[in-house]
T-cell receptor, first 113, second 113 residues
Framework: DTAVSQTPKYLVTQMGNDKSIKCEQN?????MYWYKQDSKKFLKIMFS???????INETVPNRFSPKSPDKAHLNLHINSLELGDSAVYFC????????????FGSGTQLSVL | DQQVKQNSPSLSVQEGRISILNCDYT??????FLWYKKYPAEGPTFLIS?????DKNEDGRFTVFLNKSAKHLSLHIVPSQPGDSAVYFC????????????FGGGTRLMVKP
């Protein structure tokens, strides 16, 4: 039973399209995150939600909009996709923003053509 | 400006020997450090952590050392096993920054049988 699951695992789409990535955690954690791993393999935080409330919003284009319908779900919607959005996106969760110990999903490989 | 750096992109070690992975940081406000391990097509998984009030933390074959004056930490794996072959990410957080994790670029460890 996967702790943090995200779908889809692979997403290939054309420039200009709108797409969503879904994430669910069954750990009972209060905080969820979206990270982006770019072509240089650095993992960078995009957003963090605590109990459905946005607490971290790094410098991310406003084409990216997170949605948290409840504390077990954090979805990422991307409008007007660009070539530079191609990356691996990881969802993660933690208890009480706690001490950096995050549980990650397996990632979504987004390819924008 | 990378606040957490892993200067060795890759490391190759013989099975049974020690693996030493290094990490440097620049932000003196970091007070908690973690190592994550990542296999291909999977998300990073937490391995071991250390608080800035300690200089060593051990968990089985894994030991993390922290040298605050040098702003350097290292992960020792003894003895190395082929199953340890993965990418290892160093990460750091600061309590006054909401425990947001800053990751290094990763080091690929290859343990040869």
């Amino acid at each position: 039973d996967t702790a943090v699951s995200q779908t889809p695992k692979y997403l290939v789409t054309q420039m200009g399209n709108d797409k969503s990535i879904k994430c669910e955690q069954n750990l009972g954690h209060d905080t969820m995150y979206w990270y982006k791993q770019d072509s240089k393999k650095f993992l960078k935080i995009m957003f963090s939600y605590n109990n459905k409330e946005l607490i971290i919003n790094e410098t991310v284009p406003n084409r990216f909009s997170p949605k948290s319908p409840d504390k077990a779900h954090l979805n990422l919607h991307i409008n007007s996709l660009e070539l530079g959005d191609s990356a691996v996106y990881f969802c993660a969760s933690s208890q009480d923003r706690g001490m950096g110990k995050l549980f990650f999903g397996s990632g979504t490989q987004l390819s924008v053509l | 400006d990378q606040q957490v750096k892993q200067n060795s992109p890759s490391l190759s070690v013989q099975e049974g020997r020690i693996s030493i992975l290094n990490c440097d940081y620049t932000n003196s406000m970091f007070d908690y450090f973690l190592w994550y391990k990542k296999y291909p097509a999977e998300g990073p998984t937490f391995l071991i952590s250390i608080s800035s009030i300690k200089d060593k933390n051990e968990d089985g074959r894994f030991t993390v050392f922290l040298n605050k004056s040098a702003k350097h930490l290292s992960l020792h794996i003894v003895p190395s096993q082929p199953g340890d072959s993965a990418v290892y990410f160093c990460a750091a957080s600061a309590r006054n920054a909401g425990n947001m994790l800053t990751f290094g670029g990763g080091t690929r460890l290859m343990v040869k049988p």
